[in-house]
């Protein structure tokens, strides 16, 4: 089972300018091949697949819960694609039946707003679904883990080079914490093959050879030791990765750290509805109308419970002013 935390594993800025064809670009990280979807769901269906791991519960656990910091990947992902998305089509009155949508007409990812409310997709850059091909669990453990080793390796490729294509701020800080991250998770493999087998994988670092400590973005994550902790990602259980997360950084020497804790995390924002794709409704105030409603009639407090990042008062205010 997944307990489910309403926060972001890191904070993103607010909207700002919209950048449509980065917002499209980084989509590679949510549904293309070395995505997060991809690792995610790989980590998944291979710890659901794990036989024997009660023998083998140092490596099951380091899966299993690598999978869980995988969630919030794709949480951050799509946080960051609706941040970029936000105001690409006007956000006042741009109602239908005026041409709101004109302004995204060349836009590379029509779906974004064909198909969706200006929001991510379970899909590349080129907007191909994301697919269960992407998966690979084959229940040998070593073949896993160089699988693994091989799919964290790919993902920081992918994230340098969106980091290049896309100046977007909300984008160049998803990339500048996923690199830090992925660099974890990649060390995290590489440790796991070498405990298992005695193979010196340390001497493939940094692969590929991305200066991490040099890219703005990420420094602040690596001043605060996010390049050699892996958070437990449960209350109780997978507390055997520490038997095999542990040792020097290859490219630093530092000792690595098991967090007995998963991050606190940072509310998100909530993202402004976007009438010219009816989201959340051609009139979001209905919505609100009615959600208010049935939260007094439930006895909750008048004001959201919810946390976010910015100033819930905006729609909600607007609906009080109506029913009062
Ligand atoms: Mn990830
Ligand atoms: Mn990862």
Redesign the pocket.
């Known amino acids: 089972m997944i307990q489910r935390i309403d926060r972001l594993a890191v904070e993103l800025p607010p909207p700002s300018e919209p950048d449509p064809n980065g917002a499209a670009a980084v989509q590679e990280l949510m549904g293309g091949r070395f995505g997060?979807m991809s690792?995610?769901m790989n980590y998944t269906f291979q710890s659901f697949n794990f036989r024997g791991r009660q023998q083998a519960r140092p490596f099951y656990d380091l899966i299993a819960n690598i999978a869980a910091?995988?969630f919030g990947?794709i949480e951050l992902v799509a946080a960051t694609i609706n941040t970029m998305l936000t105001g690409a089509s006007p956000t006042g009155d741009g109602k239908a039946p005026s041409a709101s949508l004109a302004a995204v007409k060349g836009a590379r990812l029509s779906h974004h707003y064909l198909l969706g409310g200006q929001g991510a997709l379970p899909a590349d850059s080129q907007a191909k679904p994301w697919t269960g091909d992407n998966v690979f669990s084959s229940g040998d453990l070593i073949e896993d883990l160089t699988h693994n080793y091989f799919l964290?390796t790919g993902?920081r490729s992918g994230k340098l080079r969106v980091y290049e294509m896309v100046e977007h701020p909300a984008a160049r800080a998803l990339t500048g914490y996923?690199l830090v991250?992925?660099g974890v998770?990649q060390l995290a493999y590489a440790r796991a093959l070498e405990r298992l087998t005695g193979a010196d994988l340390t001497r493939l670092f940094p692969s590929p050879n991305i200066p991490t400590e040099k890219i703005p973005e990420c420094q602040p994550h690596i001043a605060k030791k996010l390049h050699l902790k892996l958070y437990r990602f449960s209350p109780s259980d997978y507390r055997e990765l520490a038997a095999v997360f542990n040792g020097p950084h290859p490219e630093t020497g530092e000792e690595l750290i098991v967090e007995e804790e998963m991050p606190e995390g940072f509310p998100p924002t909530d993202m402004p509805p976007q009438p010219a794709v009816f989201a959340p409704d051609y009139a979001p105030e209905d919505v609100a109308e009615v959600a208010q409603r049935l939260r007094e009639a439930a006895g909750l407090p008048k004001q959201p419970t919810g946390v976010v990042a910015n100033d819930p008062s905006g729609i909600v205010g607007k609906v009080k002013d109506k029913l009062t």
């Open positions: 997060e690792t995610f910091e995988e990947h964290e993902a996923l991250r992925g998770h």
